[in-house]
């Protein structure tokens, strides 16, 4: 399996433009996350889904933060419009269908610079 | 609610040296214990994990033992080597109103020196 693939790797955007970051989950795979790193704060829970139903959001830092997954294999996370204090790594994570520990597999990250 | 807090970083250490960073918990019921691991640049991996008590987790020369009792899942490693030099973070999961979500520690950043 590829593993969780996540697009752009990297994004340099300005103050006041939309972004949007992909994220397509590992196959067979029902529960996906989103994540934020940084250095001052470490790595948050933005929101997570199972079965594409959004079930915990309320890491969302503000309503300029929306995300969405219209199928099995395909999320999106937006920001609209960004600000320079949304730089970070976003990662996204997915787990197993009927895993009884929740182990997560992540991607390798987008790292987002809002100058 | 659930917490993980993991021992106050980074950690320096010469190659060939013993390797422990501990990891204490906090959660109702039975959590599952699990060690990620970043490389730098890269998403985290999981390294190990143990689901109940007593189990020990092992891989790439790393165990960590799930102790119920002192609610503790220290990593350990007899021999470092410079390319486990990376961020690590002691995570768990538990049912309830948590289920399906890892709740991370602060993370662990480990230097190896040659």
């Known amino acids: 399996d590829a593993g969780v693939i996540q697009s752009p790797r990297h994004e340099v955007t300005e103050m006041g433009q939309e972004v949007t970051l992909r994220c397509k989950p590992i196959?067979?795979?029902?529960?996906l996350f989103w994540y934020r790193q940084t250095m001052m704060r470490g790595l948050e829970l933005l929101i997570y889904?199972?079965?594409?139903?959004?079930?915990?959001d309320s890491g969302m830092p503000e309503d300029r933060f929306s995300a969405k997954m219209p199928n099995a294999s395909f999320s999106t996370l937006k920001i609209q419009p960004s600000e320079p204090r949304d730089s970070a790594v976003y990662f996204c994570a997915s787990s197993p269908r009927g895993s009884l520990t929740y182990e997560q597999y992540f991607g390798p990250g987008t790292r987002l610079t809002v100058t | 609610g659930n917490s993980v807090t993991q021992m106050e970083g980074p950690v320096t250490l010469s190659e060939e040296a013993f390797l422990t960073i501990n990891c204490t918990y906090t959660?109702?019921?039975?959590?599952?214990l699990f060690w990620y691991v970043q490389y730098p640049g890269e998403g985290l991996q999981l390294l190990l994990k143990?689901?109940?008590?007593?189990d020990k987790g092992s891989n790439k020369g790393f165990e960590a033992t799930y102790r119920k009792e002192t609610t503790s899942f220290h990593l350990e490693k007899g021999s470092v080597q410079v390319s486990d030099s990376a961020v690590y973070f002691c995570?768990?999961?538990?049912?309830?109103?948590?289920?399906?979500?890892?709740?991370f520690g602060q993370g662990t950043i480990l230097t190896v020196h040659p």
């Open positions: 196959s067979g795979h029902d529960y």
């Open positions: 143990a689901t109940k008590a007593d």
């Open positions: 995570a768990l999961s538990a049912g309830g109103t948590s289920y399906g979500k890892l709740t």
């Open positions: 889904f199972n079965n594409n139903v959004p079930i915990d």
């Open positions: 959660a109702t019921g039975y959590p599952s």
